[in-house]
């Protein structure tokens, strides 16, 4: 297999133009790419739509590439704890599309898996249902949703390995697999780098086929929003 | 009149040996601390974990194990990670056999407004309208009335709706409340010291009463 | 967590009763559900719906169920090797449907997860077309398939715990986590069975939460049908 | 004039470094055989695998590993398993560079027939069609001509389609040929001793012939 790392996260994202969509992994600061973007906030690239369950805080993630107003679009399902967040949106600034959580996670795994189209019953007779073909099967109504895919898709992994084969950690897990496998390019950023032949196929998450670019990522801060204790 | 706690310890008596559960943040969640040790169950956090555990020691926490409030959890023998596609398939899909949520106001045939109140910022859905349209079985832990002294039990939502006719059962600071496949709501149990009356006076949409209603054992 | 531990494969499909929709895991012979099958023969169970992708050969797998004219219907994508099979399906004992098997699990996929349709490119313009719904996305056409849900799905996994947690070895996974998502009921043998706390979370591929019944499995015979080897 | 292996070979030239590659069974399993050193491909197999390796020895021959064709294999450095859906995610996304299989014909706007013949006992497309319906870049490793020597590069497929303009090349015994979005095929390469005419006679679609036609270099 050939080999798909690169140098490091400059290298990765360096061609991402202003205008692209993204995906980015993560719930919460949970397994968020962090290495890319740093590396985007250097970049300055803007105009970005942004495709994430969430947008960061002030002074972390997401949060970061707001306050450099790289952002023109979010693409959510909870948009909560950013206060740069709400004073963009409230003027007008930032356009935020907000999905419920789960049709968000199909969307994009329909993305990566060819499907253009799916029925859900999540938010039927809601404001979500606007516009949207309503449609009943087996006594139960459904909205009809759409795929969704990115020009790059950018995410974090515990391990992977040089063909791009990825393992992630507790629940880091999350919206990362299926916006690997939706994204024209996918770039990942790891922990932990191996040679080929090192995961065990039977416990790899993120098949390399999905995977363009691979990098060891570093100085992880892996922020914790609430750290709850027991003693 | 119950407390926050009152009202966990009373949905956790609906909770049955083997069920698989979504807590909602908030009172919800407090369940959890309330159910028998003789009764098995498994949580299920939405960002990808089955079977969530206790809060970890300052030792063990990890930024890589959070549920879905965002808060440092532990697992438990028997956890399962997954990412949030499988996740929602599992919700979807009627797996989880008991979903537990708080509510802004609910309607007399189940609506629930749980996500956006106009004029404030709107932070989203979460996964709350998935829950809502795909469990069986939905509880909502709440207060009866508003701060403001307003019944949250209407005829029908003011707020904008998270999902129609999916409330099964309702229990509040004053009572516990099922809701009628045809509407309205069904007095199952008065909370210790309240009047019948006082339920009345609290519930905007169509109580019923039939026979005498006990007061719930915690 | 309680146990879903039963004893044997007997008592694991004791009450699956006449003209029940099955599911049975497996591509070819690999990863099929050996000792339910011997199980359901004895129990003489009749009238059956068999998923599956493939309906065994003429002495193992779903062919013996074959045999004892067991099964009134099989929904599979490719149903070669077997010579009784053919009988039966030209002496019109036998009613078939032929999917493609990438819709097949999709299908299978989508009734676990509870969508009820999606749309597909597979089978358009070609006779999988008739009577379906055909709609263009993008430029490109698609046909709606819909869910596909079983009264009991018997699925065979490596390793397993008393919490129906599973873990398939090789291309054994096949059909089998879909399959197990999608039963009503659903059986899971292994080949070990393991205390609570031994999978690691992190490698299961079917979490618990699909899985009912759960046994080990005994006298593997695992038959290859076509033994290729190199020097 | 090529035997299966020349087809094979030949098909093995136009695979380039780093693809993803789905082989039918037949010819197009000959291919891996033929493809270069310093080109790395890893070959998808549908029923759940990615990397496929040779034929393991006799003593690591495992039940559990086998490939589309229900043959024993062995897995590479870096080889993946997964469950089927995810399989035909892949397939079905895009994400495979090429898929190279066999047909009984194919027409002149790319259609293909190669699952059923009337009048026989109908085994099942098995994955077929889902790979003719979502491959940007298909090609067919065939015979020409039938037993009975009839042409299988057709006007219009005859026999019941699995795909509809998918194919975007093929090879033959004779010949390469590209199916142009307009229709048609076009003579790229002749098979070594195979004059235009031979391959005109032996092609019952419309066939484009533009200037010199080179040989195959095998």
Same mark, same amino acid.
């Given at each position: 297999?050939?080999?798909?790392?690169? @140098?490091?996260?400059?290298?990765?994202?360096? &061609?991402?133009?202003?205008?692209?969509?993204?995906?980015?992994?993560?719930? !919460?600061?949970?397994? #968020?790419?962090?290495?890319?973007?740093?590396?985007?906030?250097?970049?300055?690239?803007?105009?970005?739509?942004?495709?994430?369950?969430?947008?960061?805080?002030?002074?972390?993630?997401?949060?970061?590439?707001?306050?450099?107003?790289?952002?023109? $679009?979010?693409?959510?399902?909870?948009?909560?704890?950013?206060?740069?967040?709400?004073?963009?949106?409230?003027?007008?600034?930032?356009?935020?599309?907000?999905?419920?959580?789960?049709?968000?996670?199909?969307? #994009?795994?329909?993305?990566?898996?060819?499907?253009?189209?799916?029925?859900?019953?999540?938010?039927?007779?809601?404001?979500?249902?606007?516009?949207?073909? %309503?449609?009943?099967?087996?006594?139960?109504?459904?909205?009809?949703?759409?795929?969704?895919?990115?020009?790059?898709?950018?995410?974090?992994?515990?391990? !992977?390995?040089?063909?791009? @084969?990825?393992?992630?950690?507790?629940?880091?897990?999350?919206?990362?697999?299926?916006?690997?496998?939706?994204?024209?390019?996918?770039?990942?950023? %790891?922990?932990?780098?191996?040679?080929?032949? /090192?995961? &065990?196929? @039977?416990?790899?998450?993120?098949?390399?086929?999905?995977?363009?670019?691979?990098?060891?990522?570093?100085?992880?801060?892996?922020?914790?929003?609430?750290?709850?204790?027991?003693? | 009149?119950? &407390?926050?706690?009152?009202?966990?310890?009373? #949905?956790?008596?609906?909770?049955?040996?083997?069920?698989?559960?979504?807590?909602?943040?908030?009172?919800?969640?407090?369940?959890?601390?309330?159910?028998?040790? @003789?009764?098995?169950?498994?949580?299920?956090? /939405?960002?990808?974990?089955?079977?969530?555990?206790?809060?970890?020691?300052?030792? $063990?926490?990890?930024?890589?194990?959070?549920?879905?409030?965002?808060?440092?959890?532990?697992?438990?023998?028997?956890?399962?990670?997954?990412?949030?596609?499988?996740?929602?398939?599992?919700?979807?899909?009627?797996?989880?056999?008991?979903?537990?949520?708080?509510?802004?106001?609910?309607?007399?045939?189940?609506? #629930?407004?749980?996500?956006?109140?106009?004029?404030?910022?709107?932070?989203?859905?979460?996964?709350?309208?998935?829950?809502?349209?795909?469990?069986?079985?939905?509880?909502?832990?709440?207060?009866?009335?508003?701060?403001?002294?307003?019944?949250?039990?209407?005829? /029908?939502?003011?707020?904008?709706?998270?999902?129609?006719?999916?409330?099964?059962?309702?229990?509040?600071?004053?009572?516990?409340?099922?809701?009628?496949?045809? !509407?309205?709501?069904?007095?199952?149990?008065?909370?210790?010291?309240?009047?019948?009356?006082?339920?009345?006076?609290?519930?905007?949409? $169509?109580?019923?009463?039939?026979?005498?209603?006990?007061?719930?054992?915690?």
């Amino acid at each position: 297999m050939i080999s798909k790392v690169v @140098n490091d996260a400059d290298e990765a994202v360096i &061609d991402i133009p202003n205008n692209a969509v993204l995906m980015l992994g993560g719930f !919460g600061l949970c397994g #968020i790419p962090e290495n890319c973007i740093s590396a985007l906030l250097k970049t300055g690239v803007t105009g970005l739509t942004c495709i994430s369950n969430n947008a960061g805080v002030d002074d972390f993630g997401i949060g970061l590439m707001l306050k450099t107003r790289q952002v023109k $679009k979010m693409i959510s399902s909870y948009v909560g704890e950013n206060a740069e967040f709400e004073r963009q949106l409230l003027a007008g600034e930032l356009e935020v599309d907000l999905i419920p959580q789960g049709t968000l996670a199909e969307r #994009i795994r329909a993305g990566g898996a060819g499907i253009p189209a799916f029925f859900t019953p999540a938010g039927y007779g809601t404001e979500v249902a606007e516009g949207k073909e %309503v449609r009943e099967f087996h006594g139960k109504q459904y909205l009809m949703e759409s795929w969704l895919r990115s020009d790059f898709s950018i995410v974090k992994a515990w391990k !992977g390995d040089t063909a791009g @084969n990825l393992i992630f950690k507790g629940t880091a897990r999350n919206f990362n697999p299926m916006m690997a496998a939706a994204g024209k390019v996918t770039i990942a950023e %790891v922990e932990e780098l191996v040679p080929l032949g /090192e995961l &065990d196929p @039977n416990e790899i998450h993120t098949p390399g086929i999905y995977v363009q670019r691979i990098f060891k990522g570093s100085d992880y801060e892996k922020r914790i929003e609430q750290r709850t204790v027991s003693n | 009149m119950l &407390d926050k706690v009152g009202i966990a310890k009373r #949905i956790a008596q609906e909770v049955r040996d083997g069920w698989y559960i979504n807590l909602g943040i908030g009172i919800p969640t407090l369940v959890a601390n309330y159910i028998p040790d @003789n009764i098995n169950v498994v949580l299920q956090s /939405e960002n990808g974990l089955l079977g969530i555990g206790p809060f970890p020691t300052e030792e $063990k926490v990890d930024a890589d194990l959070i549920n879905a409030g965002k808060q440092t959890v532990s697992m438990m023998p028997g956890s399962v990670l997954f990412d949030s596609s499988e996740s929602f398939g599992m919700i979807r899909g009627g797996h989880v056999d008991l979903t537990i949520l708080g509510a802004m106001e609910v309607s007399e045939n189940g609506d #629930i407004s749980n996500w956006k109140i106009p004029g404030k910022m709107v932070k989203g859905m979460g996964g709350a309208m998935d829950l809502v349209a795909s469990a069986d079985n939905i509880i909502v832990a709440m207060q009866h009335r508003s701060r403001s002294g307003d019944s949250k039990l209407l005829k /029908e939502c003011t707020l904008p709706i998270t999902g129609i006719k999916c409330v099964k059962k309702i229990v509040t600071d004053l009572a516990v409340l099922d809701i009628l496949p045809q !509407g309205g709501f069904q007095l199952i149990e008065r909370a210790p010291g309240v009047s019948v009356e006082e339920i009345e006076n609290a519930t905007a949409g $169509k109580l019923i009463v039939d026979g005498d209603i006990p007061e719930m054992k915690i």
